[in-house]
């Protein structure tokens, strides 16, 4: 995977974070589509960067994407207590929304891999209904396992996408990219319209919200920082998984003591 468009990075817990607004990491994806090849964005918040720690394979798949937005305020807190200011954090699912946008601009074909059944397709059509010019070159639920992605990958080639967002959560969904986006290449991307590039994004429970599965916390609570609060009152479940955000806070302040 090529990554020639280097944005300023900080390093946060031994994980890179890129310094880009949501308008330069759409302008990152249309230069990479333009250029060929495959690559892969991740949206790094402080569970992505717990799980890292812990797990070589997910470190190693950040560390070759070629784009990791600031996804979380806790990234952003810990980015500014090293000493770099960034300047927005970039929400996944609000970055595959302005992804959506540029590709109904660009007539890009989009793939949506991933949720419960029938939830990419609901997702895919509440985004055509925003965006009316998108092409939808396919939506499939599929599963995270590897013994079953050959057939996947085949699916996700034959409907030559021009972005790939794969919402089966981390570190599950970023490891399938870095498996299989390589396998995507270049055949793939040899269409009627000509030789493009493939930008896939991990993102999360992206689809389920967009398709109303879901409720994503009210924008009061997503500018006070309180998005991991209302998820954890909606879904209890997810506490033992989000005691990630208060170990990270301490890893956070003794790496930058
Ligand atoms: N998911 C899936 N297959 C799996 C596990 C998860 O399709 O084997 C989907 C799940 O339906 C949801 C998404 O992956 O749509 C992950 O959601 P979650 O909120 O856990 O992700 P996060 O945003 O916390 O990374």
Request: glycine content about 10%; some cysteine; aromatic content about 8%.
């Amino acid at each position: 995977m090529t990554k020639h468009i280097k944005p300023r990075s900080v390093e946060i817990l031994g994980v890179r974070i890129d310094d880009v607004t949501y308008g330069e990491a759409c302008d990152i994806a249309e230069a990479l589509i333009r250029r060929g090849g495959v690559h892969q964005f991740a949206t790094v918040n402080p569970e992505f960067v717990m799980a890292a720690r812990d797990d070589e394979e997910f470190r190693n798949v950040l560390a070759n994407t070629a784009l990791n937005v600031p996804d979380g305020a806790g990234v952003v807190w810990a980015a500014g207590r090293r000493g770099m200011k960034l300047r927005e954090r970039v929400a996944g699912v609000d970055l595959m929304l302005e992804l959506c946008a540029l590709a109904s601009r660009h007539r890009w074909r989009v793939f949506f891999l991933g949720a419960q059944p029938g939830v990419a397709e609901r997702a895919a059509a509440q985004i055509v209904l925003t965006y009316p010019g998108l092409t939808v070159a396919g939506t499939h639920a599929g599963t995270p396992h590897r013994a079953e992605e050959l057939p996947i990958v085949e699916r996700v080639r034959a409907a030559r996408p021009h972005l790939l967002f794969v919402a089966y959560g981390a570190p599950a969904q970023d490891k399938w990219l870095a498996r299989n986006l390589p396998l995507l290449s270049p055949g793939a991307s040899v269409g009627q319209e000509g030789t493009h590039g493939i930008v896939g994004m991990g993102v999360g429970g992206a689809f389920d919200f967009i398709a109303g599965v879901q409720k994503r916390a009210p924008a009061w609570m997503q500018q006070a920082n309180l998005e991991w609060l209302y998820r954890l009152a909606r879904q209890p479940w997810r506490w033992r998984r989000q005691t990630a955000l208060i170990r990270f806070v301490v890893a956070a302040m003794l790496e930058s003591r």
